[in-house]
């Protein structure tokens, strides 16, 4: 297969340049003006639009077991809507229960995601400590391409990790070359507001952000960063969502810290007004966590992304549908968490971030691939439109619009955070390894097309 993208403007994270691309296979083998190509090759016609590396999401959950249920998209689904939206690439998360083998779990995962029709990889979570785990943690890094672990410092009685676990893993992951990344919330604090809440009757979705305020987050956030500095680990930050837990970073930072923080889209443009919904179909919809926040919370978050204390933008995509969100009708705490957003970061991150001027074309790229890739260890096969890379390329088209529904997205669950906004800037076409797989609303995935990406550990001097 051989395609070439005439006529557009090539943008990576540090500049934007007039380019033809030409891919051959699955990568990309010449980026110039008036670039020569086979008279068999597939011509897009890129003018008036840009062309970028494929996005990176950093945060998903397809097929994941959660809370009695499983979320509604599985791994083609999930990444099939990916590929609608720009995303070629997702950073899935590998969760063991308890007492289970990181290693069993691991290819338990691997085992689903082989249906995924974009890239996968994978962040394993550490729920629990033993020799067993500190073992399995080296057989990951060095046999599985994996380079990243995650701690949930909330979910009391299921995944949390104490500090115990958090200070053993992160200084495994330090001597294995991978960094740790945690769920920055307080759960012994959240469980303790859960059940005083659930005393005083207040059951609905509306009692979902009062046991889960900014203090719960930046405690958490707070502690992750001390304990990372006292062991000299790097650290990442998921869904950071509010004001406290960026202060945190960029006091970090500022000393010279090596953290690094992810914003989701839906935190980045929707409040918490939509947990006071009469409609509690609707409001359980919205039950995430960390939840969503006032627009106080929101313009801190873009500050932080134009400033660069945080880096990636990602969905936390975790979809289940009203009958599942149902099973919490009588009890907040029994909503399933999670909420969608795969196929529609690309274009609300552009459409708020690049159409308002708060980023540019080039910071855009930055944040929704080239950071993601870097911080990561896929950087240059992925996030960057360069001679070598993974042909997985966004055709963006800054013209064109979408209004965002449930009822015409690809996407399961039946519900979108996003539903009744217009996004203006949308992919035209979607290139991975170098097939088109998304073009002008046609989706053309394929099951099983998706590879998993191997991330190699860091050499000793990243830390
Ligand atoms: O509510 C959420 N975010 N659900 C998915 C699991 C997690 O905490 O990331
Ligand atoms: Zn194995
Ligand atoms: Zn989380
Ligand atoms: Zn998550």
Same mark, same amino acid.
């Not at 992919?427 to 191997?454: C, I, N, W, Y």
């Given at each position: ?20 691309? /030409? ?11 008036? /670039? ?62 308890? #007492?289970?083998?990181? /290693? ?21 979570? +550490?729920?629990?400590? *033993? ?24 979910? &009391? ?34 469980? #303790? ?12 979705? *509306? ?47 500022? &000393?010279? #810290? ?35 926040r006032s627009k106080h919370h929101q ?10 204390? /945080? ?13 599942? &969100? ?57 996030? +960057? ?8 390329? +966004? ?9 965002? *529904? ?14 009744g906004r217009t996004v203006k800037g949308?992919? *035209? ?16 995935? +394929? ?17």
């Open positions: 297969m051989t395609t070439i993208i005439r006529g557009g403007t090539v943008v990576n994270a540090d500049r934007a340049f007039r380019a033809d691309v /030409l891919c051959d296979g699955d990568k990309i083998v010449a980026v110039g003006e008036q /670039l020569d190509a086979p008279a068999h090759a597939t011509v897009i016609d890129a003018s008036g639009q840009y062309i970028m590396p494929g996005g990176i999401d950093t945060h998903t959950h397809m097929q994941l077991p959660f809370m009695g249920t499983v979320t509604a998209d599985d791994f083609f689904t999930g990444t099939a809507a990916g590929l609608a939206g720009g995303t070629t690439t997702i950073m899935d998360f590998v969760i063991p229960n308890p #007492q289970q083998s990181l /290693l069993e779990a691991y290819h338990m995962w691997r085992g689903w995601a082989a249906r995924s029709a974009g890239d996968y990889t994978f962040h394993v979570a +550490v729920t629990w400590w *033993s020799d067993k785990v500190h073992e399995e943690m080296a057989t990951l890094v060095r046999d599985h391409g994996v380079n990243s672990f995650k701690h949930f410092m909330a979910y &009391k009685n299921a995944i949390m990790a104490d500090d115990e676990t958090l200070v053993k893993s992160f200084t495994r992951a330090l001597e294995l070359g991978a960094i740790p990344t945690v769920h920055a919330e307080n759960g012994e604090l959240v469980f #303790q507001l859960q059940q005083d809440l659930l005393k005083k009757g207040i059951t609905g979705p *509306s009692a979902h952000p009062l046991s889960r305020p900014p203090e719960v987050e930046a405690e958490a956030a707070n502690r992750a960063i001390a304990i990372a500095n006292v062991l000299g680990t790097p650290v990442y930050i998921v869904h950071v969502s509010c004001a406290e837990s960026l202060d945190a970073i960029s006091r970090a930072r500022a &000393k010279g #810290q090596r953290v690094y923080g992810e914003a989701l889209a839906g935190h980045l443009v929707i409040d918490d007004s939509v947990y006071q919904s009469a409609d509690l179909e609707f409001a359980r919809g919205h039950v995430m966590s960390p939840p969503f313009a801190a978050l873009w500050q932080g992304l134009r400033g660069g204390n /945080l880096h990636t933008t990602a969905t936390d995509h975790c979809t289940f549908c009203a009958e599942q &969100k149902a099973a919490g009708q009588d009890d907040f705490t029994k909503i399933p968490n999670g909420c969608g957003g795969v196929e529609d970061r690309m274009s609300v991150v552009w459409d708020a971030g690049v159409n308002s001027g708060l980023l540019t074309p080039s910071e855009f790229v930055r944040v929704t691939s080239t950071n993601a890739a870097q911080i990561f260890n896929m950087y240059p096969r992925k996030g +960057v439109v360069a001679v070598g890379a993974d042909a997985d390329l +966004v055709v963006w088209d800054p013209e064109g619009t979408r209004t965002i *529904s449930a009822s015409t997205q690809f996407a399961k669950g039946g519900f979108n955070v996003f539903e949308i992919p *035209s076409h979607t290139l991975h390894a170098g097939q088109v797989v998304f073009a002008k609303g046609e989706l053309r995935a +394929v099951e099983g097309a998706g590879r998993h990406v191997d991330r190699p550990a860091f050499t000793k001097t990243h830390a």
